[in-house]
């Protein structure tokens, strides 16, 4: 092991890219994002690592660079943010279908307007579906974790996928905390080495990249990442177990507290997970039968572990720190159709909260598991807005 | 014929990549990526990254040459800023724009590079209105602003020229940049077999000089050169409007004000060049 470090999410990230050393990093600074490009290019800078470190004039740029060099048979990653991750969106989709394994950090931050740095979750809401593979981090030490694991996953050949690590801005990014680190040697051979599959750079055996598919074709190259996806549970299953033997840390898909003999469960992602566990012990104290759910991977969504852990429970309030205006959440959609086919699937209603950074209180969360209790939640509601 | 080296083509949406790529087809013999419509600089930037980290790590040994290619609409527009990075950045790679005045895959519309009155399905000529109302942008001046090692203009009727020119862009260490005209027989609305003929037009009539900037030396070529040495004749606008249908409206003697204008901003940029490229 080496040594603990009192260090915020964003310096976490960068760290672990450094013990990574990708090949190429193409990157664009982006408020929350912003302390990853820069402690990053003090590694590049004391040259601490092999990396190709390129400042791109705009996150479009950033992503196709990254794609470029992924293509051409590079161990690729990258980081942005809300208005970046938006600009990045077309790039996004071409990135996983074109199947380039890049890792990139989400600093999460809403979307404008009106403008505002601040977290939620609408802007990796808004990639939900560009078939990358989604990974949130509660704190510093899975910001970190997450990030060297992500390179496993998305370098599986059963996934061969871009790889999402997303930790909530400002409340992770810029938040010290303790981190435990690897040594440097551990994450090598964790990740091992990078081997490309017909790398463009390949003279020898020429192929092309990014031809047209009309509709005679274009079908069955969506279904194959959709098969891709349907490799990754298992595959980031079987990472997670060798990332515990090298770190001592056990983490996960979906992860239940108290939830073994819980009545009413709230599900959530992101730093509000490690809230709802204070929560959580605190009613426990009061001998209310309450737990809380944490949402590691949310593409592919875990559906059959998550209605594992809710069957049979009398209540659940799912957490959503993104609305989609005219409905409620996404993550309340996905958790609906998990536990669709339980039988006496519990009630399940949804939390609009967070947005734009607005303080999540320890006594709001108590209010959504009172009202849970109660069963007198509206199916969607609006966690601390003022009317 | 420009280089003998191995290539790694990048190419913008358009034609050229619409037309040599149908899924599971493609006709490119060598390294072949397209992502998207705005960002072959930046596609191309991640690609010849990917080499030189590869190289200093001992991974490739064999030398590669980058080169990508774009439309108007991909260079002098949308993806003028992924153009722009990339220069500024100074990846090791050649840009080849294929200019033929307008968004000609998508259907004849109207770019930044399209002529003052030329008619266009999103500038066409109306009753009120003649074309388009606005002069083309010298995007070849602009990437000249970056200083880059190498920019030029260039012909495919002057095809050793052109040859020459590439050459010049593939050896030289940086970025390099040829806009090469491209007529286009359904936008520009003439017979396919006038092409080089009209391109040829486009250089004798100074519409389209052929030039090089060369580690900050203006040098003017081809044509282009025998014209400001007075041993070749600068034929009128006019001419090379005649050759083409999307300039026929300005042709009914309704116009010649226009015409005239046209011709004045000719003369007046040409001269601005050959004063360059003495200096």
Redesign the interface.
């Known amino acids: 092991m080496g040594r603990p470090l009192a260090i915020n999410g964003d310096a976490a990230i960068a760290l672990a890219w450094k013990q990574v050393n990708p090949?190429?990093v193409?990157a664009y600074p982006i408020t929350p994002q912003t302390i990853m490009v820069e402690a990053f290019s003090d590694y590049v800078a004391d040259g601490q690592v092999?990396?190709?470190y390129?400042?791109?004039?705009?996150e479009?740029?950033?992503m196709?660079?990254?794609?470029?060099?992924?293509?051409?048979?590079?161990r690729?990653a990258t980081a942005t943010a809300s208005a970046g991750l938006a600009l990045m969106w077309?790039?996004l989709y071409?990135a996983a279908s074109?199947r380039t394994p890049i890792v990139m950090a989400i600093a999460n931050r809403t979307l404008s307007g009106p403008i505002n740095i601040h977290c939620d979750h609408s802007d990796t809401m808004g990639a939900r579906d560009s078939g990358w593979v989604q990974l949130y981090g509660e704190n510093v030490q899975e910001a970190y974790d997450n990030t060297i694991m992500a390179f496993r996953i998305a370098e599986n050949m059963k996934v061969r996928l871009p790889v999402m690590t997303c930790i909530d801005g400002f409340i992770i990014t810029h938040a010290l905390e303790r981190l435990e680190t690897l040594d440097d040697q551990v994450v090598e051979d964790f990740i091992g080495l990078y081997q490309a599959t017909r790398p463009?750079?390949?003279?020898g055996n020429?192929?092309?990249?990014?031809?047209?598919?009309?509709p005679d074709?274009f079908y069955e190259i969506k279904y194959q990442q959709a098969v891709a996806m349907g490799s990754v549970a298992a595959v980031t299953k079987e990472v997670m177990a060798d990332y515990a033997k090298v770190s001592g840390r056990r983490y996960k898909l979906v992860e239940g507290y108290r939830t073994e003999d819980a009545d009413h469960v709230v599900v959530a992602m992101g730093s509000t997970s490690g809230t709802l566990r204070h929560v959580v012990d605190r009613m426990r104290e009061r001998g209310s039968k309450v737990g809380s759910v944490k949402i590691r991977l949310f593409r592919p969504f875990p559906s059959e572990e998550l209605a594992a852990i809710l069957k049979g429970k009398k209540g659940v309030a799912v957490m959503d720190r993104a609305l989609s205006p005219g409905t409620g959440g996404a993550l309340y959609s996905d958790v609906l159709q998990s536990i669709h086919d339980i039988p006496d699937a519990p009630k399940v209603t949804n939390y609009i909260y967070g947005l734009g950074g607005r303080d999540v209180m320890p006594e709001q969360l108590e209010g959504v598991f009172e009202e849970v209790m109660a069963g007198n939640g509206e199916r969607i509601n609006f966690m601390g807005v003022r009317i | 014929m420009a280089t003998d080296k191995p290539v790694v083509v990048a190419t913008a949406t358009g034609c050229f990549e619409v037309a040599t790529t149908i899924y599971p087809f493609s006709s490119w013999e060598v390294p072949w990526i397209h992502t998207a419509f705005e960002n072959a600089p930046a596609t191309i930037s991640g690609v010849e990254s990917a080499y030189k980290v590869l190289r200093r790590k001992g991974l490739l040994d064999q030398e590669i040459k980058f080169v990508a290619f774009g439309g108007d609409g991909a260079t002098y527009d949308i993806g003028l800023q992924s153009l722009s990075g990339a220069i500024e950045r100074g990846h090791d790679f050649l840009y080849v724009c294929l200019n033929n005045e307008a968004y000609m895959n998508t259907g004849i519309q109207r770019s930044g590079a399209t002529e003052r009155g030329a008619s266009t399905t999103t500038c066409p000529a109306g009753t009120c209105i003649p074309g388009k109302r606005e002069f083309p942008k010298d995007l070849t001046k602009i990437i000249i602003a970056h200083d880059p090692p190498y920019a030029a203009q260039a012909s495919p009727h002057n095809w050793k020229d052109l040859v020459t020119k590439s050459g010049k862009g593939f050896d030289i260490q940086g970025p390099a940049f040829i806009n090469v005209i491209s007529p286009c027989p359904r936008g520009w609305r003439h017979d396919g077999s006038l092409t080089i003929a009209i391109a040829k037009l486009a250089v004798e009539t100074c519409v389209w000089p052929l030039y090089e900037f060369e580690n900050g030396t203006w040098r003017l070529t081809g044509e282009s050169l025998r014209i400001a040495e007075g041993s070749r004749e600068k034929k009128p606008v006019l001419e090379w409007m005649r050759s083409q249908g999307r300039f026929r409206h300005l042709l009914n003697g309704e116009h010649t004000a226009l015409v005239e204008e046209i011709q004045q901003s000719v003369d007046a940029n040409w001269e601005r060049l050959v004063k360059l490229c003495r200096l």
Request: glycine share 6%; with cysteine; proline share 5%.
């Open positions: 090949d190429v193409a092999d990396t190709e390129i400042c791109a004039e705009s479009h740029s950033a196709s660079i990254c794609i470029g060099a992924s293509a051409a048979g590079a690729v077309e790039m071409i074109m463009l750079l390949d003279i020429p192929t092309t990249y990014g031809p047209i598919a009309l074709y």
